[in-house]
């Protein structure tokens, strides 16, 4: 008997939960190109199971919080491995390969939305929604720390942690529950300098699964965040952010990291801005050397004064 070949479309995303995040309306847009659906590899499936055509296969992630996630997902992978193994098994399919990844070209930034389009030829209009944004909101504020990781090294994006501090002492005096947000381990991921005091919740050592923080940030009344997965977060779910910057501006620039279609985002920038691109550069993060007291504005304790929608920033150039 004879087998007619079978299209099988594999996708290899990249890894990170923000990452994802901001890949999915180009895996979206893969599956609207190739009626069979397409083969996803990644280690957060949670964030495709509104994409019908999406089958999720595992990754094999040394990284600690993403390997986690893996052990937890075990069935919303299951079915979408055996299948691509029957295919693969039989010898009749024809496979085309995506490798989706953020282009970094020596000379010039490009916004990751851009970059990622351009990684698979999407011409059509990028759009990083993930559900509905929250119809009513909790008087609650999402803190994420800076931390530092010693899988995989980048402290020179973190905010000064005196910052993180500062936001988490002002929304507690207007009377906001302030919910930190971290996924510690001794040895292998740390507070950046100190832990933040005071905050009213610490959930601090993943003790959140990536669907329940999800759940949390849409309907928390606003995040504070250093450049991380917070960001596409925020603007896929429309919750109001203040992001505050520390440097690496190279890869880390409101630019970059601001989708067309954002919403609410508020970018804070130490003065100069460090837009270099090493992970570890000791960059100048002193957002506001003279009110060291109150050095930062945050716009989203007003419920009755919603950030405005957000164009994309200014390019890199006009930062300094
Ligand atoms: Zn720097």
């Not at 999406?54 to 075990?74: G, M």
């Not at 930034?109 to 990028?126: D, E, N, T």
Request: charged share 15%; net charge positive.
């Amino acid at each position: 008997m004879e087998l007619k070949p079978r299209h099988v479309v594999v996708v290899r995303g990249m890894q990170g939960l923000g990452d994802n995040i901001y890949q999915r309306p180009v895996v979206r847009w893969l599956s609207t190109q190739y009626p069979g659906g397409v083969y996803l590899k990644t280690p957060w499936p949670q964030l495709y199971q509104d994409m019908p055509l999406v089958r999720c296969l595992p990754v094999n992630s040394t990284l600690r919080t993403q390997s986690k996630n893996i052990a937890r997902s075990r069935s919303l992978y299951a079915a979408a491995a055996r299948a691509v193994m029957t295919r693969y098994g039989r010898q009749e399919v024809v496979t085309t390969e995506y490798r989706l990844a953020y282009s970094h070209p020596v000379d010039v930034a490009v916004p990751i939305y851009q970059s990622l389009q351009q990684s698979v030829g999407m011409k059509s209009p990028y759009h990083l929604a993930l559900g509905e944004p929250a119809t009513s909101r909790r008087k609650i504020i999402v803190i994420r720390p800076g931390t530092v990781r010693t899988e995989w090294m980048a402290s020179a994006r973190n905010p000064k942690q005196e910052y993180v501090q500062a936001a988490i002492d002002f929304f507690n005096s207007q009377g906001f529950e302030t919910i930190v947000v971290a996924d510690m381990a001794p040895m292998l991921e740390v507070y950046a300098s100190f832990r933040p005091l005071g905050a009213s919740t610490y959930y601090e050592n993943g003790e959140l699964s990536v669907t329940e923080v999800i759940e949390l940030v849409r309907s928390a009344h606003g995040v504070v965040s250093g450049v991380g997965f917070m960001v596409p977060l925020c603007q896929a779910v429309g919750t109001p952010a203040v992001i505050l910057h520390g440097g690496a501006g190279g890869y880390n620039s409101p630019w970059c990291i601001t989708a067309p279609s954002a919403i609410a985002l508020h970018h804070v920038l130490p003065r100069p801005y460090c837009l270099c691109r090493d992970y570890l550069h000791n960059c100048h993060k002193i957002i506001d050397p003279l009110t060291p007291s109150r050095p930062i504005r945050f716009p989203i304790s007003n419920p009755h004064k919603p950030l405005p929608l957000n164009p994309l920033p200014p390019d890199p150039v006009s930062y300094q």
